[in-house]
């Protein structure tokens, strides 16, 4: 059998994590593949951004284990491209400068006479030329709208190649045209440049419309751990859904189908008075798997 933590982009195994005597993730089982858009949603306070942190390294579980292509995840590394909601950009430097910094700073390079290269000059350019932006190349952030703000954040971001971009609620702060408009450009870059994304977003809707995969993260469930317990419990994945594209047409969003699959997984995972049992959670993706416990799962309480 081919191990998946090796053979995965984004491998993670009976992981909790904890603040003090508060659980924010519950036994979160998860494997992405490359190529994959992977998005994630769930309702406040389920953990999406701790669960962001972990795989970033900028937090360590409390149990279980994190890889990142095959490796364990250490701490925050080139492979793992970043692309908060705001505030990516340094504002003291133009979009060239900004974009041209990530190569500026590795280890290999940060004492060559980085202005003088011409083949990163190429390269940045490059980028900005996909993310339309060439107009902009002099300017201050300050001087830029919400959504090339996010292009040159994510042209700064691709510029590393990195196997994984993890996205942060990038299209949070932005008014709704722009926010399409930049959902249809990530979609259009995801599918030419072949990226392995990881995408948090509070809006459900955005997820199942940019999503090649959903993730329904929840704290809203039920086990065997009785009532007690119920107070404490972290976020768990409980929907794993491969969602298939069919162009990247908006207006798949008015169909009677996509408000049909949203009115369901919002019922699976954003209603707490709807609590599914761990044992039947939709885990439908075929990189899907959980390993559940004997205290949440009694009916696999065996003493062989």
């Given at each position: ?113 980085w202005t003088n290269r011409k083949d990163w000059l190429d390269e940045a350019m490059d980028y ?31 510029i590393m190649k990195p196997p994984v971009l993890l996205m942060d609620e990038p299209f949070g ?132």
């Amino acid at each position: 059998m081919m191990d998946i933590t090796k053979t995965n982009k984004i491998h993670l195994e009976n992981i909790e994590k904890h603040y003090g005597e508060k659980r924010v993730l519950d036994n979160i089982d998860l494997s992405v593949s490359a190529g994959e858009l992977c998005a994630l949603v769930g309702p406040s306070g389920c953990g999406k951004s701790t669960l962001l942190r972990l795989i970033l390294g900028q937090e360590t579980p409390t149990i279980g284990d994190v890889f990142i292509e095959g490796q364990p995840v250490g701490f925050p590394q080139p492979n793992r491209g970043i692309v908060f909601q705001r505030y990516s950009l340094f504002p003291h430097l133009t979009v060239l400068n900004n974009v041209l910094l990530g190569k500026r700073l590795t280890k290999e390079h940060w004492w060559l006479p980085w202005t003088n290269r011409k083949d990163w000059l190429d390269e940045a350019m490059d980028y900005l030329e996909r993310v339309r932006l060439t107009d902009a190349i002099n300017k201050y952030p300050h001087e830029l709208s919400g959504g090339m703000q996010q292009r040159a954040a994510i042209a700064q971001a691709l510029i590393m190649k990195p196997p994984v971009l993890l996205m942060d609620e990038p299209f949070g702060a932005l008014d709704p045209d722009t926010r399409e408009d930049l959902q249809l450009f990530l979609l259009d870059l995801w599918e030419t440049e072949k990226l392995t994304v990881f995408f948090i977003t509070h809006d459900l809707e955005e997820a199942c419309f940019v999503g090649s995969r959903l993730l329904v993260l929840s704290q809203y469930y039920s086990d065997d751990r009785g009532e007690d317990n119920k107070a404490n419990r972290g976020g768990k994945i409980v929907a794993d859904y491969q969602l298939e594209r069919v162009g990247n047409s908006t207006e798949i969003k008015q169909s009677t189908h996509f408000k049909t699959f949203i009115a369901k997984v919002r019922e699976e995972g954003f209603d707490p008075k709807v609590r599914q049992h761990v044992r039947d959670f939709n885990l439908h993706h075929p990189d899907s798997f959980q390993t559940l416990t004997v205290e949440e799962n009694r009916a696999n309480n065996s003493p062989f």
